[in-house]
């Protein structure tokens, strides 16, 4: 059973302040996802990455950057946190080989920029 | 890029009707289409899937629909239930990206009444 897990339910942060959301999934898989959600406007990618250390940008990366050290770790760093950024933040992941394959959800991190 | 509209935004029935929610696609060289399904407070998970080659898939009580000369494919579930209430995403995958990356629709919010 595919894991992947979100390191907060819940955080609030205060504008200007670095935030770090990392995700992890222990089922081997090369790509990995980082989404916001919002009413209204469905799931958007901001950034992905294929394998360790490799990244691409989403539609939105706009204000965030993203890390890749070990395969079954992405990061999401907001640099400077804004209120807009106030958001559910989804972390996926799957597999890189083969035919199209499932993304796996976290359970999402409710940030709040005060 | 791929652009996915999903409509209804919003989608009430009584408990034992059926549910249609249709989506189209701007990219017409993309070839998968999976729908995902978002209970209250979890995260979503893939429900069914449907591949450019198929023109319809089903899977007990729901099912998908793909006309690829209109570029649409619609999500059918019959004899719904309280539990079918959630909100639903439709999504399809750009030619151009080899990397499974995911556009997704806004969304349906589906309530099931008894």
């Known amino acids: 059973d595919v894991k992947v897990t979100q390191s907060s339910r819940y955080l609030v942060k205060r504008t200007g302040e670095k935030v770090f959301l990392e995700c992890v999934q222990d089922?081997?898989?090369?790509?990995m996802f980082w989404y916001r959600q919002d009413p209204g406007l469905g799931l958007r990618l901001i950034y992905f990455?294929?394998?360790?250390?490799?990244?691409e940008k989403g539609d939105i990366p706009e204000g965030y950057s993203v890390s890749r050290e070990k395969k079954e770790r992405f990061s999401l760093i907001l640099e400077s946190a804004s209120t807009n950024q106030t958001s559910m933040y989804l972390c996926?992941?799957?597999?890189?080989?083969?035919?199209?394959?499932?993304?796996?959800f976290g359970p999402g991190t409710r940030l709040t920029v005060l | 890029g791929e652009n996915v509209e999903q409509h209804p935004s919003t989608l009430s029935v009584q408990e034992g009707d059926s549910a249609v929610i249709k989506c189209t696609y701007s990219d017409s060289a993309s070839n998968y289409f999976p729908w995902y399904k978002q209970e209250l407070g979890k995260r979503p998970q893939l429900i069914i899937d449907?591949?450019?080659?198929?023109g319809e898939k089903k899977d007990q009580r729901i099912a998908v629909t793909l006309n690829k000369t209109a570029k649409h494919f619609s999500l059918h579930i019959t004899e719904t239930q309280p539990e079918d209430s959630a909100v639903y995403f439709c999504a399809a995958i750009p030619s151009n990206t080899g990397f499974q990356k995911l556009v997704f629709g806004t969304g349906t919010r589906l309530l099931v009444s008894p």
């Open positions: 996926a992941s799957s597999l890189g080989t083969g035919d199209y394959n499932e993304q796996f």
């Open positions: 089922m081997d898989h090369e790509n």
């Open positions: 990455s294929y394998d360790v250390k490799m990244k």
């Open positions: 449907i591949r450019s080659n198929v």
